[in-house]
């Protein structure tokens, strides 16, 4: 990870995967529930709402959604990555704080839900200590996954912009980027560091992408 800049690992047990994801699902459906959104297949979901509905769900999913309100044990998440990396870590908000944020990105076919190139640490709010996590929960695959830029955490001098609809700031280079969708599979974790450059890359899938992303600190 030192050198590339992210790994990719067996995340939790089958068990304990099995039982989080079914969990996630009950959480994300009950936010569905709470729009009117009627869904069997959740990699269909782009098929049954237009942009203002999406961005609803964005704001139900994001305000106000913490771990405490699944039933299970979260500490199994940060026991198993704190092992992978040797070093105790737990899961905080953006700001520090000991709350356990659900953050789970929906990111649909053909459109701009994905955010631009850029490093979590130009965040202002962010730490450059911390270590992500990208968890595939339904129609993650090959063309869809998150993107990151191998060793790109080593790089310096670079130059950044703001960016309208984001809220985090756009790499700016000239350069042609190598990107690499390390795709994990099912009960797989992407780690990777916050310098990383890393981006949705857009969704050339049939399906609606959904992962968790969480951020963990010592």
Request: charged share 30%; proline share 3%.
């Amino acid at each position: 990870m030192k050198q590339d800049g992210y790994i990719v690992k067996k995340f939790l047990t089958k068990k304990d995967f099995i039982l989080f994801k079914s969990e996630l699902e009950k959480f994300v459906r009950k936010q569905f529930e709470s729009l009117n959104i009627e869904i069997d297949d959740l990699t269909q979901y782009h098929n049954v709402v237009d942009d203002d509905t999406h961005y609803k769900v964005y704001k139900k999913l994001y305000d106000s959604s913490f771990f405490d309100e699944i039933d299970f044990d979260i500490t199994l998440v940060e026991k198993r990555i704190s092992e992978i990396l040797n070093s105790k870590l737990v899961i905080k908000d953006d700001y520090y704080h000991d709350s356990k944020k659900i953050n789970i990105r929906i990111i649909r076919p053909n459109s701009n839900d994905y955010s631009p190139v850029h490093r979590d640490s130009w965040l202002d709010k962010l730490k450059e200590s911390g270590i992500n996590l990208y968890v595939p929960l339904w129609g993650s695959n090959e063309n869809s996954s998150l993107a990151v830029i191998k060793g790109s955490h080593k790089w310096v001098n670079l130059k950044r912009v703001e960016v309208d609809n984001f809220t985090v700031p756009q790499l700016v280079t000239d350069n042609t980027l190598n990107f690499i969708r390390p795709n994990p599979s099912d009960n797989e974790v992407l780690i990777f560091y916050p310098k990383t450059l890393h981006s949705g890359l857009g969704n050339y899938s049939s399906e609606t992408r959904f992962s968790l992303e969480v951020r963990l600190y010592e």
